[in-house]
């Protein structure tokens, strides 16, 4: 085994402090990258994790420290981070939805010039998908809007990865794995051990543990701006690493409720397509909808809402509360302060005569705030002050302020980190407890564990229902990849 | 093979527009000549040039509201300056694109909403005007007029400069590495600027290239009017909007279509001549052609709506 030091720094960030108005988001980190390693970062949101990527990437500017790539301090800034080989790839993605892989190609690649740049541009891409993705039957001739959440991440990775002239030194991957499935994140995991093989080196960023501890060769663990502890992977398991983040490992199992749903259900929809099961939930409970990413779960949520209400002359659902997956496209009001983006779901309840009392909101506010721990010294500042998990229980909040007695969840804790985690999940489970139901569609299966039932999707039907001690990993695998095995 | 989204996109505004041409035909089979050909699109060409510079515009997310009177400044610069003294003429024409340029690099620094601006810039561009030519007049510098009144063989001018513009900007937007860049600004303008690239250089180089369009834009008008006036392009504004969207363009993403936007200029100036063969009278032309714009958009949303269906099943 080689040691740290007599590896070449590729990237070196010491003694970085960068402050956003009051609060500090890097207070003195250090982050040191050397070639051909597999650097794990992990810390929960609003550590410093972002920042201290964008201060790398050139981004921003630190306001006291120094970044050195490959030895020099000489420049700073995006062009310089790019000629030294720094490639990123963001937790939000990145690519312009309006035109085609090969064209996004382009505009990584500065060095994809001159004549014929588009069948160069094709060939690069196809090349690296293939390699890190293999059979991936993504066509790249094809506008990004065209292709599913998960098929773009897997071309923002390819395009990262592939170099022109001369391979990338550092691929920095933010969340990489947060749409993909099992299958995928398996590749590209294995994807980073033959590029750090080779003398690259990848800063991964993940919430998921156990892909940090198998992939990376190091771990640096990120709280409150600083870096408290930096050791080899194997030095750590899932335990001490959630440990020095800050949290305190909880048992995970819930009392589930036991008895037998009964009564009317409050909410039912036939079998999708005409096969599998019909959909059914009573009240209280926690329903899970499991399953391969993309295979019919989010629109089996639309569905259920859209019966409630109607697509030609929408009108507010007051029995029906929506939190939506993904943040930025149809989550938050990006310039509206973060009380505005948490009270407009219950502006009705909140207003007499249809003028909205500012001090009730106010009341609404503060309760939640502090309920939920948004941290944040105002609520008046903006949502997009907020670090991602922070935004994501606004979101929540926004839900669970309404009456609706039903709440639909689809896939919320996208890139949000262990601790606040832990926190959505008591606050449901207490919620669940005073009548309210759930439905929620989630990738992880953590998640999936804590529901009361499981109805597995395949193929846009349900193929299978779960109920309590039947819900664990291999059974939810079991039933997502039958058919594929039986054919 | 599967039709890709952008070729769906271009569908309708072709639709439309052999459908308003076979109803031409069909009320005067005289049109169907090339005198007839020249007469129904002349007029198209310079709408055309307009619609272009409004879709750079669009391309990154920004709407132009001087367009209009941008156009009948630089017609008027063409009616008098161009024709007298063309030095001084290319001058100013050369000036009024480097300040498009320097509206777009405002507009970003600045974070200022276009609209706004240019808002403001269409009275100042109205004011230049009056100020070149307080009343009607002047005349078209011979060249612009024998380009415009040009008889190719075969093939009526009006329809051979309308697919040379179209080849042209589809050339620079939709294949050459600058477009791509350009609709990428459009698309996601965060992600252009992490992989190197200025984004203040893009929009300033977008907005003279489409100050630059605008201003053949106005040449070709002179050259088909013979005279100008300070007035004379207000409606093109208006008109260079609804021929992008008509063409398939979208206000924000950077969804555009050069080839598109050129068809929709052809269809506005068609729509026109159709309502007058209807003997629709004047008074009610206007209205009508706005109902004819609804009834195009409309079936683009119908047809919008079937593929994301067909996308998610």
Known sequence: MITAHERQEVVAARGIRVTFGAVKALDGADLVIHSGECLGLVGHNGAGKSTIVNVINGGLTPHEGTVSYS?????????????????????????????????????????????????????????????????????????????????????????????????????????????????LAAQLMAYIRRFVGKGGSVLLISHILGEILS????????????????????????????????????????????????????????????????????????????????????????????????????????????????????????????????SIASLGGLSSRSLVDAGREKALGAGWKQRIEIRTPDMDNRI????????????????????????????????????????????????????????????????????????VFREGAIVAELVGDEITEKNVLASSFAAGEAA | MKLSSSTIRLIIPAASLALLLAAVFYMQPRAMSYTGLNLLFNLAVPIALATIAQMLIMAVNDLDLSMGTFVSFCACVAATLLQTSPATGILIFLGAIAVYAAIGVVIHVRQLPSIVVTLGM??????????????????????????????????????????????????IVMRSSFGVVV???????????????????????????????????????????????????????????AGVILGGGEFVGGKVSPIGAVIGALTLTLAGSFLSFMRISPDWQIGAQGAILVVVLALRLALNRLETREKTQ
């Open chain 1, 71 to 183: 030895g020099s301090t000489d420049a700073h800034g995006i062009a310089t981070a790019r000629a030294n080989g720094v490639r990123c790839v963001f937790q939000e993605l990145s690519l312009c939805p309006n035109l085609t892989v090969n064209e996004n190609t382009r505009i990584m690649h500065a060095g994809l010039k001159g004549w014929n740049w588009r069948a160069r541009a094709l060939k690069l891409v196809e090349a690296q998908l293939a390699e890190v993705f293999p059979g991936h039957r993504i066509d790249c001739d094809s506008t990004v809007d065209d292709l599913s959440i998960a098929e773009r991440q897997m071309v923002e990775i390819a395009i990262s990865f592939a170099g022109t002239d001369q391979p990338p030194k550092l691929v920095i991957l933010d969340e990489p794995t947060s749409s993909l499935d099992a299958g």
């Open chain 1, 215 to 342: 992939t990376c060769d190091r771990v640096v663990v990120m709280k409150d701006g600083r870096v408290v502890a930096d050791r080899q992977a194997s030095e750590f398991s899932t335990r001490t690493l959630v440990e020095a983040m800050g949290n305190v490992v909880r048992e995970q199992e819930w009392q589930r409720a036991v008895d037998k749903p009964s009564g009317t259900p409050v909410l039912s929809m036939p079998p999708r397509r005409g096969r599998g099961l019909s959909f059914e939930a009573y009240r209280g409970e926690m329903i899970g909808f499991a399953g391969l990413g993309g295979h019919g779960q989010t629109q089996a949520l639309l569905d259920l809402y859209l019966s409630r209400n109607s697509n030609w002359w929408p009108s507010r659902a007051e029995e029906l509360a929506f939190v939506a997956g993904d943040r930025s496209l149809n989550g938050t009001f990006p310039l509206w302060s973060i009380l505005k983006n948490l």
């Open chain 1, 384 to 455: 997009l002050s907020l670090s991602g998990g922070n935004q994501q229980k606004v979101l929540f909040a926004r839900a669970l302020a309404t009456t609706a007695r039903t709440v639909l969840m689809d896939d919320p804790m996208r890139g949000v980190d262990v601790g606040t985690k832990q926190e959505v999940y008591d606050i449901l489970r207490s919620e669940a407890a005073t009548g309210r139901t759930f439905v929620w569609y989630s990738t992880e299966m953590d998640e999936i564990r804590l529901c009361d039932r499981v109805y």
């Open chain 2, 122 to 171: 269409s009275f100042v561009w109205g004011g230049l005007a009056v100020l070149m030519l307080p009343s009607p007049g002047g005349s078209a510098p011979v060249w612009a007029r024998w380009l415009m009144t040009a008889k190719p063989p075969i093939v009526p001018m009006a329809i051979v400069a309308s697919i040379l513009i179209a080849a042209v900007t589809h050339f």
């Open chain 2, 183 to 241: 609709r990428g600004v459009g698309g996601n303008d965060r992600s252009v600027e992490r992989a190197g690239w200025s984004v203040i250089r893009l929009r300033a180089a977008t907005y003279a290239l489409a100050g630059f369009f605008a201003v053949l834009s106005g040449i070709a008008l002179v050259g088909l009017t013979t005279s100008a006036d300070a007035n004379i392009a207000l409606r093109y504004t208006l008109l260079s909007i």
